[in-house]
């Protein structure tokens, strides 16, 4: 019997994802992971899994994938949207079982645009350096999932998922994202107009970090920046003045000026963002 | 090694930017942060002038800081001569060595002379898996980044940038000067350690047409 999924679709990427690598950046390996970590916690905790445990990331829908010859507890986190199970909806945010042969597809999101579909005992793709995350900038992990994959699920724990759904986000609506001044804010002539604007996210945005578009920032000075640390949420401005807001694959060092860093808490709802979606900025008081 | 100055910069809810006077003192800080060993301390990214330091899961940025405000740099160890020296074979051809010559004032013989006659030593990672950033013993190969950064540079090309020197793991961006090349394999991941360059190793390069 094998506990497995067989892809047949992908839509635009699909991606297995973990809560990334711990402890590499010294090596130039960056954390990656889910670019919404905690549609991925609550994915596992609903399905009883690790928090840790794999699953795929998909983004704006268009997964198709049959559960081979083992049925398969299953839930879909993050953006909200169709669940077909043999063209059933059975909804994202519900703990559901698959059985042997069934297929499984997941429609354009209604709302967001990263979903996360997990099983029970894990997405068990290949471990690289402690983590089955697939970071797209290093190339490091699981290749992006191709029609025709056969993804093995892990073994399950005792435990059995004891809800049999979870809390939808309101991913509509304006969304301003806390954050706090960065260490290079005076490198741009008026770090406010960060915050006095909104923003538009363009179509060069990926997992690696969201451009900015609609106004660009001035940079202050002439000099270059000694290359630094980096960190998702950091908020970087190229000599081009539009502003990169880092996410889970970015790189670990950078030489632009980073002028102001999203609160933790608030770059899971920034991944969820959409090319052309409207985007601001609060400052808060650093912690 | 008493740093000339430590400054803690904000950088949100999660991490700490520690601000030092040289890369020396980066890499020392970076060390003495290492060894510590204190569960709040995640992740350690020493770079430039700086090391990040981020909370660990289940830390608060102030647990972070309250470490951060005890690290005393010890005398530099990585600059001990027993570190690993690995010897890495350069064809030098590169497209930025006449340039190079230029900014320098050196003939490109000297370049080559300069570049293999001096140990470097890997002060830290960054910018891709196995990427090193290499400090020298002596200035001369001191030249700034290309003005214009090139869309690809191939896996191995050896180049310059500030006080650097670095070999370019693979395929990639970039915009240091490029002085040659290099058949080493700079990242492996059925090797322990992956990187080849990883931080206090030393290194000589070998001009492989002499």
Redesign the interface.
Known sequence: MTRALRVHATGPLALVQDLGR??L?????G?SGAADRGALRQLNRALANPDDAAAVEVTFGGLDVEVLDEGLWCCVTGAPGAVRVDGRDVGSHAVFFAEPGSRLVLDRPSAGLRSYLGVRGGVAADE??GSRASDVL???GPAPLAAGDVLPVGTPGKRFPEVDSVTAPDLTGEVVLR?????RDGWVEDVDALVASTWSVTERSNRVGMRLGGQTLHPARDQ?L??????R??VQVPPSGEPVLFLADH???GGYP?VA????ADVDRAAQLRPGDPVRFRWVE?? | MTPSRVEL???????V?V?LGSTAEAVAY?AALRARDAGAV???????????A?ASDGF???DLRQVLADVSPEPDASGRDDSPLVEVPVTYDGEDLADVADLTGLTVAEVVAAHTGQTWRVA????????G?LLGEDERLHV??RAESRTRVPAGAVGLA?EYSGIYP?ASPGGWQLIGRTDATLWD?DRD???LL??GVRVRFVDVAS
């Open positions: 711990r402890g950046s010294g090596v130039g390996v954390r690289v350096l290093s190339g490091l954050a706090v001044r960065g260490p270059q000694p290359s630094e640390g980096a960190w949420g950091a790189p670990v060092t980073v860093v999203v609160v933790d650093a912690p | 910069l904000p950088y949100g809810d999660r991490a930017l601000e970076a995640g992740e350690i990214v020493p770079a430039a002038r700086t090391v990040l981020v608060a940025v102030s830290f990672g960054g910018f891709a898996p196995g990427f950033y700034p980044r500030g693979r991941l350690p992956a990187a990883s931080p």
